[in-house]
Nanobody, 118 residues
Framework: QLQLVESGGGLVQPGGSLRLSCVAS????????IGWFRQAPGKEREGVSCISSSGGSTNYADSVKGRFTISRDNAKNTVYLQMNSLKPEDTAVYYC???????????WGQGTLVTVSS
């Protein structure tokens, strides 16, 4: 069974940092692009970042550029999202997804909640 499991969410004060992890089971991430998405209460899901299977290409939403960094460790079958300088508007459930490319992501995780609040 193909599964992605996110972890690393929690409560953090504005200006703080968190690192989210996305671990795959049942398949190897080496050949997959991985995207991070988020959905805040009452809002539509939005793309945050994506990394190609090789790791050579990354993209970011304008709202997180310069603050978030996506990376992958294929040896650990894990993709990370390092989030710095967090803002209250970053509060959301964060999901990772895998697919053949950043445009076609088919396997989704259950999400991890990030709350940025003082």
């Amino acid at each position: 069974q193909l599964q992605l499991v996110e972890s690393g969410g929690g409560l953090v004060q504005p200006g703080g940092s968190l690192r989210l992890s996305c671990v795959a089971s049942g398949f190897t991430l080496d050949y997959y692009a991985i995207g991070w998405f988020r959905q805040a209460p009452g809002k539509e899901r939005e793309g945050v970042s994506c990394i190609s299977s090789s790791g050579g290409s990354t993209n970011y939403a304008d709202s997180v550029k310069g603050r978030f960094t996506i990376s992958r460790d294929n040896a650990k079958n894990t993709v990370y999202l390092q989030m710095n300088s967090l803002k209250p508007e970053d509060t959301a459930v964060y999901y990772c997804a895998a697919g053949g490319s950043c445009r076609y992501l088919e396997v989704w995780g259950q999400g991890t909640l990030v709350t940025v609040s003082s």
